[in-house]
């Protein structure tokens, strides 16, 4: 599963019971609070390839999805269905396909919500599951997951073979990036896919 911040996670509220932020009343949290590991990462991406169900933000207050604001809802190819809230806007759209990494939309705080984070749900037969296995992150807050190690190695080779500029902090194609530019940099891709 592909992390829902390219930078990693970090939990700030966890999956289950907890009280209710609004209200301080013991209530179930049906998914677990996250931002990203780096600030100003605010790209939401989708954790698994599948099919966007909903793309909206209902304003009826008689209506409880209205909590979530601005949120994409995924039916994952994995036949679980996520839900991506507080969204400040949505990248996609109702049938769009989306491959795992994709950008669905960038972090907010619309909806009821304390603050700017995203609360990613997992349901599975329509029940609410613990998201935190699935991406490998403790159920606490705090907790943080870092991006696999071969991201940090892909981006610094692409930087030596001069196809990518920038720091950790961003990276950029460099730029003007021409047609031909493209082709040589998947094609060296490619190479290297090949022999790992
Ligand atoms: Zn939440």
Known sequence: MTLPFESGVRVTSPFGMRPDPFTGASSVHGGIDLVPLREGDLTVRAAVPGSVVQSRMVTDPMNRTSEWGNYVSLFGDDGRVYYYCHLASRAVSQGDRVEAGQPIGIEGRTGRSTGVHLHFEVRQDGVPVDPSPLI????????????????????????????????DDGLALDEPCTRGMMVVFLHRLWKKLRQT
């Not at 991006?147 to 720091?167: C, F, K, S």
Request: glycine share 12%; no cysteine; proline share 9%.
């Open 136 to 167: 490998g992150v403790e159920n606490v807050p705090g907790a943080e997951k870092s991006p696999p190690a071969w991201y940090d190695e892909a981006a610094r080779w692409a930087v030596r073979e001069g196809i990518l500029r920038g720091t």
